[in-house]
């Protein structure tokens, strides 16, 4: 038994693409489906409520390209809207905070977690209950890092804003039984470099690679890999098509069969700011 339909990946901007590079690895046979909504990012800054109907609108667009499984390339997006949504869909969907919760828990010596994301991610504490529920000996204290999401999109991660910022955010990690730190949002593994400059003694955990891991066992246990041999990848993003599509080829370096623009959940204000 097998399924050939795509894994769709769901995210708020070009974060989820770390996400589809750990497909491309774990998964080689699976075609990729990426819808990124750079119109409307970053979703760390909106409302519950808004999150919830921007990330509906993604799952209804990725239902519609017949995807079997959908990957929650967003941190923001699964702490605020996976639960609602795993009950309006039949369709699985699989978040990125359960398993990286997991790995970092394997992970730290001292147990003492930290971790970064979106000022929705942190204050929603998703993470620092996953973790007490995973074991309640754990300590984990979680950082808003919202400029990080901004260094990424905006291609600046070696500026030195960028390091300041970084320095100053991390401080709290720094010289102290803090030894993992989860990058909580799928934009800071493009800033694993810099953070380890500045931490250079700290684990750092990047859930896409725990979350695939999910993914494949869900698809293996459940028939659902495919055995398709020649693997198509598509990206859609809904807006600055031009710089996602050059960030995107930066960062998977493979071939990418399809970029385009997409609009997704009617036409509002972002059809003006595509170019």
């Known amino acids: 038994m097998s399924d050939n339909r795509p894994i769709g990946v769901l995210d708020s901007g070009l974060g989820g693409l770390t996400v589809v590079k750990e497909v491309i690895r774990q998964l080689p046979n699976e075609d990729v489906v990426f819808i990124g909504d750079e119109a409307r990012m970053p979703y760390g800054v909106k409302t519950h409520d808004q999150i919830i109907s921007y990330t ?3 799952v209804q667009y990725l239902i519609s390209q017949n995807v079997k499984l959908i990957i929650y390339g967003c941190n923001t997006a699964t702490a605020n809207a996976l639960q609602t949504l ?50 309640p000996k754990l300590t984990s204290l979680g ?20 390091k300041d910022n970084i320095e100053t955010t991390l401080k709290p990690f720094k010289d102290n039984d803090y030894d993992t730190l989860i990058l909580g949002c799928t934009h800071f593994p493009m800033l694993k470099k810099q953070i380890n400059d500045y931490l250079p003694g700290t684990k750092l955990v990047d859930p896409a690679v725990s979350t695939v891991k999910v993914a494949t066992k869900y698809l293996t246990e459940n028939n659902l890999l495919a055995d398709d041999k020649k693997r198509t990848l598509k990206l859609h993003a809904t807006s600055d098509i031009d710089e996602f599509s050059r960030l995107a080829k930066r960062w998977l370096k493979t071939d990418i069969d399809e970029i385009s623009l997409v609009n997704i959940g009617g036409n509002d204000e972002r059809n003006n700011n595509s170019n």
């Open 56 to 58: 509906r609108e993604m």
């Open 143 to 162: 950082v808003a890092a919202q400029k990080f999401v901004s260094f990424v999109e905006n291609d600046q991660a070696d500026t030195k804003e960028a």
């Open 86 to 135: 795993r009950q309006e869909f039949t369709i699985p969907m699989i978040g990125v905070i359960k398993p990286g919760s997991e790995e970092a828990s394997k992970v730290t010596k001292t147990d003492h977690i930290g971790i970064i994301g979106t000022k929705s991610t942190i204050n929603s504490k998703s993470y620092n209950k996953t973790i007490q529920e995973i074991d």
